[in-house]
């Protein structure tokens, strides 16, 4: 039995006809209209008017596009309601007012053609006790909130806020609330299955919660959005005015405008880029006609499109080769250096032979400053019919300067290859990569692993810088690159190049390019002729001997430069008209000489020997200094590094082990402090290769013997006394014939090196490969074969006066 909304008492019925309903939740009180069109439904409607006292239960399909929904296509519970009205229409369907009743749920489907009967049982929600203070503070926090809804602007009856105020029941309210909240079928039904009042409470306040912050956010989005539009339409009818003035002043400007897209578009079909670069350009363009033409972002793009129209998509330099040109060419510039014109000889042939599609080779030229590195790849240009770039990367410390910057940031630019690219204007160039040693690396990133992408030519056809966002084919590109040392060259990227190394120059070499070159050029750029000044071979020698001391030949240009500049002061005084430049010549005009044969060991000293060693500048002499006193230990001097220290203590090592074989007596060693020390004190110094010359001068110190003033050594001790190879034996030996030095001690693996050597050093310099320290003493002290021999008839004599007499 239940109460209708007149007041009248219903008695209920357990068998009645089912309406589904869709896109709708029917809730206990709640009074609705419905359209009532399907066939089955008007049938089911009609029998509950005339045969179960307008009683009707009303369920929603789970289904809403169902035409004919089956039983399991409908919620099983539903609500009991009361047809309050009916109403036929003309269309046919019929209008129906329903006022819930209860909650009831279906236990049977008794019929369903032609339509739904069921069984179902009555549900009764949960009773509250009269005064729960926890439900009446959720109403009261749910009367706030839904007038906060409704003030938000939700499509609500204003008067549902006094409705809800006489409400007292917790589950009338929950239930009024929901069907006001126009929410999924899914969740109003599942309020509805819900019978415990407070459960319903606490779900409603959420859901109200949620909308509150749905109708907030949709505030704030509308405000924006007219803002928008505001400004929108302010930028629009000004720029409309603009028009007009311009219109009614005769400019041309707006057809300019249009001039300048038209004539982007031009470009970019003209360059003939890669598909991809010319959607990306179009998709650009596209957006800059759009853009206002003041803008920043329209500036930005404008730049953009001008790099991509200018650079080389398909643009390559036009190559003729031909080998015995190319040849003449290389030189043409440069003296010597065969390896290196072979090497370039080489890719011109195969590059004749094979055509284009050939990748370029990645050169590394390796070697001291001044040989000629920078100027070569500027030869092998010239040589391959190709144009020239040089990109300094000393100092380099962003990858953004191989990369690029991304255009997000301000002022942003293309990396250093696709500016050398677009000043060159051709694809396939020769890129010097200048001192590629020399590059840096912080918290911008690391250059060097950048290039790896550059010069690795499995990866380079598709180089993507960052300004430009799209690829771009360096396949074609020859790179070469130049470096003082190596070992600073990460192993990754030094691996993807073939290194071709460039010694020092020997003082006969030195002659002739200064006489080929060198002259010519000073001579020319100091405004003076043969008719001036005459260089003699002695001349350039004692330039070369007194004035220079390094591998390259920057210094000795600068000399050069500077005989000239003096004589063409004498001749603009009228003081001279022709100068011979001969060695008293030079002195005269250069001053005492730099480099003196005071450098050079002049006599035979005890504890001092002659080492070579090996820099980024080329060779050096070293000498290395030693002496003893009373005390204990071992004092190392001359800004040594920690390989060259422990050199020394292998060195002393061998020695106390090797003490009664090489005549040592066994207490000096506890008895003397050593003192080794290495002139300059103020340049650094480092490296195994100064083992053996560490040994000599301590074996020349405790044994008293010299050593030979004309003897140079190289070479790396073990504890064992052999002798291991070194590098640069090329540099050291040309440092060795700067300082008049007849004998050079290698160890015995570095005799394949002497090939590198020039046959006239060669045939000046006696070179004495050796595989242990012995070999180096007999060599390097003076005396020491005889003095060791009678030290082994000594130790024979005692070792036969200890022998115990003869038994027999």
């Not at 329209?298 to 998509?313: G, Q, T």
């Not at 500048?617 to 001359?638: C, D, F, N, Q, S």
Request: proline share 4%; aromatic share 6%; hydrophobic share 40%.
């Amino acid at each position: 039995m239940v109460t209708n909304y007149e007041g009248d008492n219903i008695e209920l019925k357990d068998h009645l006809p089912l309406l589904p309903i869709r896109e709708l939740v029917v809730y206990p009180f709640m009074i609705h209209p419905f359209f009532v069109g399907r066939e089955s439904s008007i049938l089911a409607v009609e029998h509950a008017w005339t045969k179960t006292d307008r009683l009707i239960l009303l369920s929603s399909q789970k289904d809403m596009k169902a035409e004919a929904p089956t039983p399991d296509e409908i919620y099983d519970m539903g609500t009991i309601a009361m047809i309050m009205r009916r109403r036929q229409l003309p269309d046919g369907r019929t209008k129906i007012l329903v006022q819930g009743l209860t909650k009831a749920r279906i236990t049977q489907f008794t019929q369903e053609q032609p339509y739904y009967m069921c069984k179902i049982t009555p549900v009764n929600n949960i009773q509250l006790e009269e005064k729960n203070i926890a439900a009446s503070a959720l109403m009261r926090n749910i009367r706030e909130q839904l007038e906060k809804v409704i003030h938000s602007g939700k499509a609500l009856a204003t008067d549902i806020p006094m409705i809800l105020e006489e409400i007292k029941d917790p589950g009338r309210l929950a239930d009024l609330v929901a069907s006001n909240l126009n929410l999924h079928v899914e969740e109003a039904q599942a309020i509805l299955e819900i019978l415990d009042p407070m459960e319903r409470l606490h779900r409603i306040n959420d859901i109200l919660s949620r909308e509150l912050e749905i109708l907030a956010m949709q505030t704030k989005i509308k405000v924006t959005a007219k803002e928008e539009i505001t400004k929108n339409q302010k930028e629009y009818f000004l720029r409309e005015q603009i028009k007009a003035i311009k219109s009614e002043l005769g400019d041309e400007g707006h057809k300019e405008s249009e001039d300048e897209f038209s004539e982007i578009r031009d470009k970019i079909k003209k360059a003939k880029m890669s598909d991809e670069a010319e959607k990306e350009s179009s998709k650009q363009l596209a957006r800059l006609e759009k853009m206002h033409p003041d803008s920043s972002e329209a500036s930005i793009l404008r730049s953009y499109l001008e790099w991509m129209c200018d650079l080389p998509w398909s643009k390559s330099s036009d190559e003729k080769i031909n080998l015995d040109a190319a040849l003449a060419i290389l030189n043409e510039d440069h003296f010597d250096l065969f390896k290196v014109k072979e090497r370039i000889l080489e890719y011109l042939a195969v590059r004749q032979l094979k055509g284009t599609g050939m990748k370029g080779p990645i050169l590394c030229f390796s070697g001291p400053p001044g040989v000629g590195k920078t100027s070569l790849g500027k030869s092998i240009a010239k040589a391959c019919g190709r144009e020239f770039v040089r990109i300094s990367l000393g100092g380099v410390k962003d990858e953004a300067e191989i990369r690029g910057h991304r255009r997000t940031y301000v002022g942003a630019m293309p990396g250093r290859f696709i500016q050398a690219l677009k000043q060159v204007k051709t694809n396939n160039p020769v890129i010097l990569l200048d001192e590629v040693d020399k590059l840096g690396g912080d918290f911008k990133g690391d250059p060097s692993s950048a290039l790896l992408e550059v010069l690795d030519p499995e990866q380079n056809m598709n180089f993507r810088d960052h300004y430009m966002n799209v690829a771009f084919d360096l396949s074609n590109v020859m790179f070469i690159a130049t470096s003082n040392v190596l070992d600073q060259i990460p192993a990754p990227l030094r691996d993807r190049m073939e290194i071709i190394n460039l010694s020092g120059y020997t003082q006969e070499e030195k002659v002739a390019i200064s006489k080929k070159y060198i002259i010519p050029k000073q001579m020319d750029e100091n405004g003076i002729t043969e008719k001036h000044i005459a260089f003699s071979d002695e001349g350039v020698a004692s330039v070369i001997k007194g004035y220079t001391a390094e591998a390259g030949l920057r210094n000795l240009e600068r000399k050069i430069g500077a005989i000239c500049r003096k004589v063409a002061m004498k001749i603009a005084k009228g003081e001279a008209d022709l100068t011979h430049v001969m060695t008293d010549t030079v002195f005269k005009l250069l001053g005492p000489p730099v480099y003196t044969k005071d450098d050079e060991k002049e006599t035979d000293e005890i504890g001092v020997s002659t080492g070579l060693a090996w820099t980024s500048h080329g060779g050096e002499v070293l000498y290395i200094e030693a002496t003893k006193m009373k005390g204990r230990g071992l004092t190392l001097t001359g800004q040594l590094g920690d390989v060259m220290k422990e050199s020394a203590q292998t060195a002393i090592g061998y020695i106390r082990s090797q003490s009664f074989e090489l005549g040592i007596d066994e207490d000096i060693f506890e008895k003397h402090e050593m003192h080794i020390h290495l002139p300059a004190g103020a340049t650094p110094k480092d490296g195994p290769s100064a083992g053996i010359t560490l040994a000599t001068t301590i074996v020349s110190l405790l044994t008293n013997t010299p050593v030979s003033r004309d003897v140079a050594m190289t070479g790396e001790i073990t504890l064992t006394g052999k002798v291991l190879p070194i590098g640069g034996l090329k540099e050291k030996a040309l440092a060795a014939m700067r300082m008049n030095i007849k004998t050079i001690i290698i160890p015995w693996k570095n005799r394949k090196d002497l090939e590198e050597i020039p046959e006239e050093y060669r045939a000046k310099l006696n070179f004495v490969p050796v595989k242990t320290f012995d070999e180096v003493l007999e060599v390097a002290l003076i005396g020491w074969k005889e003095k060791k021999s009678s030290m082994k008839k000594k130790s024979f004599t005692r070792t036969k006066e200890t022998l115990p007499p003869a038994a027999a």
